[in-house]
């Protein structure tokens, strides 16, 4: 009996690195310990950040709101990716994939607001440091990053309800690590021209348009930095915006390789997904979490303080 040419899918299998047992194996244990990192990285940063006064302040608001946003996202991908290396089974279902791919979209276009979010908070910080709390209260900081998780929520909604509208064929097969939204795409039997228009104009407003307001403002920041006079001053305000400028360029370096570079009809309907592609999207999904934490720990004298007070338990005292 022969299949017809469109079906009703209820699962997915996740092509990964299958094939490559060893490299499995490899990946498995690097992703465990990266994970691992990424919870006790990111979860040091929220627990400081609430517990030491002295971070009570919009910049940590919005840093605690990164690193929850980090664990979130890695949870949505790694666990069900370790389990995909480890097992002979590695499917999904359709509506488990449905959802990987909404919390996916949904943390990363949270986490590309929330990096202008914060860039703005720096130029006012650096640009107008007498207005800072007229400007970032309480009031302003909090809808902010409200409104930086509600966009993130609304445009994963929209495009992942048109992406499981599509018809799929009898080809089941994702050539990627998990249910990455582009790469799902591709198995639809149909025109997908019109959620490519779609992710264009997301990507345009809630990728490039957060891009556009940290260009911006670092551009404002480092014109004003340059006019302080003193060596010890510029150095002093360049600090205090050097660990989110650092994060930024890890961030948009990669995202911006993976959805912006030009893909062509051969490409998108190719099963085989570029190698560059996979190690791309791991090093977006696993190695910016991980760093993001480093990097304000080690570039952040409030963060290094906080950090000691906690390990010494002086936060817990107060």
Not at 90 to 109: D, E, R
Not at 126 to 142: A, E, H, Q, T
């Amino acid at each position: 009996m022969e299949w017809e040419n469109q079906t009703i899918l209820v699962e997915f299998f996740l092509k990964g690195l299958s094939g490559y047992p060893r490299l499995e194996l490899l990946f498995s244990v690097l992703i465990l310990i990266m994970y691992v990192v990424i919870l006790l990285g990111n979860g040091t940063l929220i627990l400081i950040s609430i517990l030491d006064s002295h971070l009570h302040t919009p910049m940590y608001f919005f840093l605690g709101n990164l690193s929850f946003l980090d664990i979130c996202y890695t949870t949505t991908s790694i666990p069900s990716t370790l389990v995909s290396f480890l097992s002979e089974r590695k499917t999904i279902s359709f509506s488990g994939c449905a959802v990987q791919m909404f919390l996916g979209l949904a943390m990363g276009t949270t986490e590309c607001v929330l990096l202008g979010m914060m860039a703005f908070d720096r130029y006012v910080a650096i640009c107008n440091p007498l207005r800072y709390p007229v400007i970032m209260s309480k009031d302003s900081f909090v809808p902010m990053a409200a409104g930086s998780w509600i966009i993130g929520v609304i445009n994963s909604a929209v495009q992942t309800v048109f992406v499981v509208r599509l018809p799929f064929c009898r080809n089941n097969v994702i050539n990627h690590f998990s249910c990455e939204i582009l790469a799902v795409m591709k198995l639809a039997c149909a025109d997908i021209s019109g959620n490519e228009f779609i992710m264009l104009v997301a990507t345009t407003l809630f990728t490039l348009m957060p891009l556009l307001l940290i260009v911006i403002s670092y551009s404002l920041i480092i014109s004003s930095i340059l006019k302080i006079p003193t060596s010890e001053g510029r150095s002093k305000a360049f600090s205090t915006c050097s660990a989110h400028l650092t994060v930024v360029i890890i961030f948009y370096g990669t995202i911006l390789f993976m959805y912006m570079k030009p893909k062509s009809k051969e490409t998108l309907n190719s099963d085989d997904l570029d190698a560059t592609d996979k190690l791309i999207s791991m090093f977006y999904g696993v190695m910016t979490p991980m760093m993001n934490p480093i990097i304000y720990s080690l570039r952040n004298k409030d963060v290094k303080e906080a950090m000691k007070h906690l390990f010494n338990g002086r936060l817990f005292s107060k």
